[in-house]
Structures are given as C-alpha cells and as structure tokens.
C-alpha cells in the first residue's frame, strides 16, 4: 500500500511548487524572513531536582557544543550537592554534557546548569555561489548510517525516486524537502520530538511524526542520495519575532521546547539551513484549521525561508547520533537534547519534566 502512495506523491512533487490556490495573493502573505546580521545574547538554565531516597543516581544535562558562523557557545556555569559534577561528551561526535553523581545521601539532589550563548538567524543568498570547502573526511562522515537512519534499502530506494532527474547537489536537496513537506505531517499525539526511526516510516506508510522524525527523514534520504547532511538538535529559547506562535519558545518555561533542525553541505554554498519539520507544524497547528498547501498565505513564507534558512530565536546543542552517556547502563539514545537521568531502577523518562523534577528557562542579555 505504502508503495502505490509513495509513487502518488513522487509524482505529485515532481515540480517545486504547488499551484496557487485563488484569492491567496502575495500581498496577504504573514511576513517571516530571518536575516543574519543580529546577535543576540541568551542565558540558559536547566535545574533538575530528584526526590530523596531514589539511591545512587547520575544526571547528565546537555551542553551547548556547537560553535558556528550562526551560535557561539560562550559559558557554562553550574551548582549542584552531588557527589561529583563534571562537563564530560560523548566521546565519539562532541556532544557534550554536564554529569553530576549522586550517592543518595543528598536529602534533596539537585543539579543546576546555566550556559550562555550568542545566536543569530540564517538566510541563504542562492544568488550568491561561494567555493565551499570542507574537509571530504567530514563530508564522508556526514553520508553515513546512523542506528535509526540507514542509508541502504527502502530509504535509499526512495532517496534515488525521489531525486530522479536532479543534475545537482542543490536540486537533490530541493526535491527531498519538497517531497518531506508535501508528503509528511505534523502528528501532534507523538511524544516528545519522536524517536526518528527513518525506515519504520517508509516502511509503514506512516509519515506522520514531529521534528525528531520528520528532518531525520529528510536527512537520512539526503545522505542516501549522496548529499552530506545532519541533524541539529536544540530547544526554542524565545518567542518568534514575526509573530509565529508555532515557531516560539515560552523562556519562562522551555520543558518542551526541545526541537531539531538540519544543514546540508552544498558545493557552492557550504553547510546551508534546513527545516522542513517545522514547515508542517505551521501547517498544521498555526491555525484552527489544518493547512494542506504551501500556498496559503500562513505557510508560503515558512516553506520558502527555512529552505537555507532559520529563526536565531533557538539554541543549538549539537549533531550527535546514537549518543553513550559516560557511565550510564543503559542503551545508547538516539539523539541527546533532553536532560537524562538514571539509578539502579533504570533510566528515568525525559519526555516527562514533572515526574523527572526538571526545569528549563532562559532569559535575553541585552547588550
């Protein structure tokens, strides 16, 4: 079944751009064009309190890893009555984490992490060619399989389908998002940002996720039709500046927050802003009404702006797939942006602030 709908959708996107729907001029268009230029200056605080008698315990908090021509990541600074508390990663793709060990003799464990950052928007001139260079073993790297994104079989049979035709690094690019827009959905009663497990999609026909799922898609089917691509996973800090409520973060609370992105690598642009995830969250939550094309004028400016571009109202923690934390026993997570935590009992549910005892604020430094 899944295959006759996907061929129904392969046709479907075979150009870039939906017809236009009547009476939707231009000039009714919602105004959303992030410009870099700007930087803005966050402090981000994560607390997590855990209620006396769990025993041994080891809580680990992302840190902001990334520093790029869009996010500096400048300071970190953290209180806690554990045992021990240390900034450590990975150790394998940097991402990296505040771990604090409590013995269980804490009365109330409590650890409180605070980072600060600089980010602005992204824009991209496609008028403008540049000569991109990266390191190919980095490239390489970015073509890779990760546990939950393979880049062979039904994803990588869909990848080429879907890019057929394409002469480009760029054009790929253009009808892989396309394609995830036109074909994917916002599935609100998804937990958390999802799990991202790429081939179950395909393979079921189920197409609905959140962003976890969605832009893990489409840079799985990215890296299966040979285009460097990665996630970029981090949390909404503040409320959008064109007015987007979909598109925003609550910075007196941010336990949910949590949302990725994606870049891919261009041969004449460089690493280039993707977010074809939050393209269907307007469509399907920005009004009472499920928005079905990219026409409307809600959607159009989104759909166009976040191909080579995003909102700096965000903060980007890192790129890591298939995440160990250092000394945990449990299984390795499939992306790292939520605080985790972990006793003799098991792991505890991160998707669950209050029962977890975390909370997330941020607060703009103004200069």
């Known amino acids: ?40 200056t966050f402090e981000f605080t994560t607390r997590a309190e855990l209620a006396a008698g769990k025993g041994a315990t080891r809580v680990w908090l992302p840190i902001p ?15 806690s009555n554990a045992a021990s508390a240390v900034q450590t990663s990975d150790g394998q793709q940097g991402a990296k984490m505040l771990m604090a060990v409590f013995n269980g003799t804490e009365g109330t464990p409590y650890v409180e992490l605070t980072s600060r950052i600089r980010t602005q928007s992204r824009s991209t001139d496609w008028s403008r060619a540049v000569d991109a260079r990266e390191d190919p073993q980095v490239l390489k790297s970015w073509t890779r399989a990760t546990e939950l994104m393979p880049t062979d079989g039904i994803v990588r049979k869909t990848a080429l389908e879907i890019t057929q035709g394409a002469a480009t690094d760029l054009d790929k690019t253009r009808k892989i998002y396309d394609w995830i827009v036109t074909n994917t959905h916002r599935e609100p009663k998804v937990r958390g940002c999802g799990v991202g497990d790429i081939a179950a999609m395909l393979q079921t026909g189920n197409l609905g996720g959140k962003c976890g799922d969605i832009n893990a898609l489409f840079v799985g089917l990215c890296r299966s039709a040979g ?48 977010d074809p995830a939050d393209v269907g969250k307007v469509m399907r939550l920005e009004t009472p009404e499920w928005l079905k094309t990219t026409d409307h004028p809600v959607v159009a400016p ?66």
């Open 1 to 40: 079944m899944f295959c006759v709908k996907r061929r129904d959708f392969l046709k479907a996107t075979s150009v870039t751009a939906l017809p236009a729907l009547p009476g939707l001029a231009h000039s009714q268009e919602r105004s959303f064009k992030p410009q870099p230029g700007q930087w803005r």
């Open 65 to 79: 890893s990334i520093n790029t021509d869009y996010q500096q990541s400048l300071e970190n600074t953290w209180k």
């Open 227 to 274: 285009v460097p691509a990665r996630d970029v996973y981090g949390i909404r800090l503040v409320p959008s500046a064109f007015g987007y409520k979909e598109l925003s973060g609550n910075p007196a609370n941010l336990s949910r927050a949590q949302h990725c992105r994606a870049e891919v690598f261009l041969a004449k642009y460089g690493w280039v802003a993707m």
């Open 302 to 367: 989104v759909n166009r702006a976040l191909f080579g571009g995003w909102e700096g109202n965000w903060l980007a923690f890192n790129t890591a797939h298939d995440v160990v934390l250092p000394g945990s026993k449990g299984p390795k997570l499939g992306f790292f942006m939520y605080p985790n935590a972990e006793n003799a009992e098991g792991r505890f549910d991160s998707l669950e602030p209050d029962q977890f005892k975390y909370t997330i604020t941020a607060r703009e430094i103004q200069a």
